[in-house]
């Protein structure tokens, strides 16, 4: 069972007045449910993505942006206005009306008849979601003590792991059977009635509420003065997070991190199609325990673990994640090597394991280092860059760099020199992926191995990445320990 309570003198159990324990773990899941379809919804299109590439034929590149870019731009666009609405209005009634909207965008991601109409959708899909996470992160807040957050706020990441299980059985089953358009529309539609769930079974309590904030106060904070007051309230915001070496080097470590997930995740479906031949639905149980069950347990035992040693000493909330991300990068990297899938499934899910440990103590120390009125809004700045640089950018590099890759290795090879001299023109995007000549024979061979061999090779150059983002959470638990140290007044050695 799952403990969200917290614990008083003696260690007799305590929790907010009038929220029973039940209550607490009631909403803490409902909201991860949410954020499981959330997830569901986002990923669906990397896991169909092969049999979607072949039928619409497009590239590697437009992939990524319908992976990320399409998906990210108005995602964080709309995250900060909806996040402002999230601190004075219904939480509740937001996070249940977008995701009636994602849902249903989601399930019509199956009608598209080609790549600017599903790349139009995708962009309606990133504003629904973008009302989940900030007014959820609030309300888990609101719910859940102080020093339990790093706990809850991991349940709820758990979401992540969740969705990306789901759409990849869910999604990886009806590909391989009903075609890539059925899946979107299985996977999309449940959300309508989970939404109904959440509005009808989730109470909105007060802002401050787990910290018995003065409800004085609080209620000051809920009036709309104008945008200058709005702008003045973000701008305090951010400096909160960016002055500040310890958030500064937490949002940067798990942007770059973010950055690096969404462009290795985004093509780990295809690199097993193309480097072993699986089909669809074996393709769709290796992803969900690659990259679902195994990062799930990454983040729930980042969040137990971090609650417990934070307790002795703050910088494990930064150390945890850091080891977690410095050990994952060469596990990731032997995996994109192997020639065996089995052995390439194993280690991707010990490597997702580690990486995920980072992801519910980062929320946490960004929650508490926040007053309740501005909790939702730190949320939403921070998945303004997730979301523009981690989602955006990050399928989009990966899928580029696999398009840069295969065109150098498909002009070096014998097949390329043979239609050099029919053709003049060894366009890799032309001849292997549009079908401007028939790829048959040597030919289909060479396009096969030039993009299996691009795919490795990028997957390594974007995972190195973690190596980056590790160095930064070692950055961020140097001045928590500073902190702490002046906080007790002591004076640090020179």
């Given at each position: 069972?799952?403990?969200?309570?917290?614990?008083?003198?003696?260690?007799?159990?305590?929790?907010?007045?009038?929220?029973?324990?039940?209550?607490?773990?009631?909403?803490?899941?409902?909201?991860?449910?949410?954020?499981?379809l959330n997830s569901a919804d986002r990923t669906l299109i990397a896991i169909?993505?092969?049999?979607?590439?072949?039928?619409?034929?497009?590239?590697?590149?437009?992939?990524?942006?319908?992976?990320?870019?399409?998906?990210?731009?108005?995602?964080?666009?709309?995250?900060?206005?909806?996040?402002?609405?999230?601190?004075?209005?219904?939480?509740?009634?937001?996070?249940?009306?977008?995701?009636?909207?994602?849902?249903?965008?989601?399930?019509?991601?199956?009608?598209?008849?080609?790549?600017?109409?599903?790349?139009?959708?995708?962009?309606?899909?990133?504003?629904?979601?973008?009302?989940?996470?900030?007014?959820?992160?609030?309300?888990?807040?609101?719910?859940?003590?102080?020093?339990?957050?790093?706990?809850?706020?991991?349940?709820?990441?758990?979401?992540?792991?969740?969705?990306?299980?789901?759409?990849?059985?869910?999604?990886?089953?009806?590909?391989?059977?009903?075609?890539?358009?059925?899946?979107?529309?299985?996977?999309?539609?449940?959300?309508?009635?989970?939404?109904?769930?959440?509005?009808?079974?989730?109470?909105?309590?007060?802002?401050?509420?787990?910290?018995?904030?003065?409800?004085?106060?609080?209620?000051?904070?809920?009036?709309?003065?104008?945008?200058?007051?709005?702008?003045?309230?973000?701008?305090?915001?951010?400096?909160?997070?960016?002055?500040?070496?310890?958030?500064?080097?937490?949002?940067?470590?798990?942007?770059?991190?973010?950055?690096?997930?969404?462009?290795?995740?985004?093509?780990?479906?295809?690199?097993?199609?193309?480097?072993?031949?699986?089909?669809?639905?074996?393709?769709?149980?290796?992803?969900?325990?690659?990259?679902?069950?195994?990062?799930?347990?990454?983040?729930?035992?980042?969040?137990?673990?971090?609650?417990?040693?934070?307790a002795r000493h703050p910088r494990w909330y930064a150390l945890i994640p850091?080891?977690?991300?410095?050990?994952?990068?060469?596990?990731?990297?032997?995996?994109?090597?192997?020639?065996?899938?089995?052995?390439?499934?194993?280690?991707?899910?010990?490597?997702?394991?580690?990486?995920?440990?980072?992801?519910?103590?980062?929320?946490?120390?960004?929650?508490?280092?926040?007053?309740?009125?501005?909790?939702?809004?730190?949320?939403?700045?921070?998945?303004?860059?997730?979301?523009?640089?981690?989602?955006?950018?990050?399928?989009l590099f990966t899928g580029g760099l696999i398009d840069h890759f295969a065109?150098?290795?498909?002009?070096?090879?014998?097949?390329?020199?043979?239609?050099?001299?029919?053709?003049?023109?060894?366009?890799?995007?032309?001849?292997?992926?549009?079908?401007?000549?028939?790829?048959?024979?040597?030919?289909?061979?060479?396009?096969?191995?030039?993009?299996?061999?691009?795919?490795?090779?990028?997957?390594?150059?974007?995972?190195?990445?973690?190596?980056?983002?590790?160095?930064?959470?070692?950055?961020?638990?140097?001045?928590?320990?500073?902190?702490?140290?002046?906080?007790?007044?002591?004076?640090?050695?020179?």
């Open positions: 069972m799952i403990d969200l309570s917290s614990r008083g003198q003696g260690g007799a159990l305590i929790a907010p007045p009038g929220f029973s324990y039940a209550e607490q773990r009631k909403v803490v899941l409902l909201l991860t449910l949410a954020y499981t169909i993505g092969q049999p979607l590439k072949l039928d619409l034929r497009i590239s590697d590149t437009q992939l990524g942006l319908l992976v990320g870019t399409a998906f990210a731009v108005l995602y964080s666009m709309s995250g900060l206005p909806i996040a402002r609405f999230a601190e004075r209005l219904s939480r509740v009634a937001i996070i249940s009306i977008a995701m009636a909207v994602w849902s249903c965008l989601t399930a019509l991601c199956g009608t598209a008849a080609n790549f600017p109409q599903l790349l139009l959708i995708r962009m309606g899909v990133g504003v629904g979601e973008a009302g989940c996470t900030p007014p959820a992160h609030s309300l888990i807040a609101d719910y859940v003590h102080p020093e339990r957050r790093g706990t809850a706020l991991s349940v709820y990441s758990c979401g992540i792991s969740l969705g990306y299980i789901l759409s990849a059985l869910v999604g990886g089953y009806m590909a391989a059977h009903f075609g890539w358009r059925s899946a979107c529309l299985v996977v999309g539609l449940p959300g309508l009635l989970v939404a109904l769930i959440l509005a009808r079974f989730v109470r909105e309590p007060p802002r401050g509420f787990s910290e018995n904030a003065s409800s004085e106060a609080v209620a000051a904070t809920l009036v709309y003065n104008g945008l200058r007051t709005e702008f003045a309230e973000f701008c305090i915001i951010a400096r909160q997070l960016f002055t500040r070496g310890v958030t500064a080097n937490i949002i940067v470590g798990v942007v770059i991190a973010t950055f690096v997930a969404q462009g290795s995740y985004a093509f780990v479906p295809s690199y097993f199609a193309r480097a072993f031949e699986l089909d669809y639905a074996t393709i769709g149980v290796i992803s969900a325990l690659t990259g679902g069950a195994a990062v799930g347990v990454g983040l729930l035992g980042g969040g137990f673990l971090t609650d417990y040693l934070g850091a080891i977690g991300l410095l050990v994952s990068a060469p596990l990731f990297c032997l995996s994109f090597l192997q020639r065996n899938w089995l052995a390439s499934a194993w280690l991707l899910a010990i490597a997702g394991f580690f990486q995920y440990l980072s992801f519910g103590p980062t929320f946490g120390i960004i929650q508490n280092s926040l007053d309740a009125r501005r909790r939702a809004t730190a949320t939403a700045i921070i998945y303004v860059f997730l979301t523009l640089i981690g989602l955006g950018c990050g399928p065109q150098s290795l498909f002009a070096a090879s014998n097949a390329a020199t043979l239609i050099r001299e029919t053709l003049g023109d060894v366009s890799f995007q032309k001849i292997c992926v549009a079908g401007g000549t028939p790829a048959v024979g040597p030919i289909k061979m060479a396009c096969a191995a030039s993009l299996e061999l691009a795919t490795r090779r990028s997957l390594v150059v974007t995972v190195l990445l973690y190596v980056w983002a590790s160095l930064h959470y070692v950055l961020a638990a140097v001045a928590l320990s500073r902190e702490r140290t002046r906080a007790a007044g002591v004076r640090p050695c020179a």
